[in-house]
């Protein structure tokens, strides 16, 4: 199988349009990438952004099993920040900004819920 180009992405891929979060505990890197119209633009969480967050939920040195819960906790929080840095640009994207919208909610005649 051969590689995509990024013209040859975007030629096909226009229309798609997704975030893609990461977490990376190893190396202490969390963030995201938006993917829209063939581009990507990346976000990374800041260290002190992330250092708050491991604050907050008493997660800075876990050692123990009992207490890991508090690392992912803290670490799923932080993922959930950078989804929602992009969010706003995402629904902007999808949803139509004018006009009546393309998707349907009514129901075929004869269906029932």
């Not at 013209?7 to 997704?18: A, H, I």
């Not at 975030?19 to 002190?48: C, F, K, T, W």
């Not at 708050?52 to 997660?59: E, K, S, W």
């Amino acid at each position: 199988m051969s590689e995509i180009t990024s013209e040859q992405f975007r030629g096909c891929f226009n229309l798609l349009c997704f975030i893609l979060v990461y977490g990376d505990p190893n190396a202490d890197q969390y963030g995201s990438y938006l993917l829209r119209q063939g581009r990507s633009r990346a976000y990374s969480v800041r260290d002190e952004v992330r250092n708050r967050v491991f604050a907050r939920h008493r997660a800075e040195d876990v050692v123990s099993d009992e207490e890991d819960w508090r690392f992912w906790e803290a670490a799923w929080e932080i993922m959930d920040l950078a989804q929602a840095r992009w969010e706003r640009v995402l629904l902007r994207n999808l949803v139509p900004a004018k006009g009546p919208s393309h998707v349907s909610s009514a129901r075929p005649a004869g269906s029932r819920r």
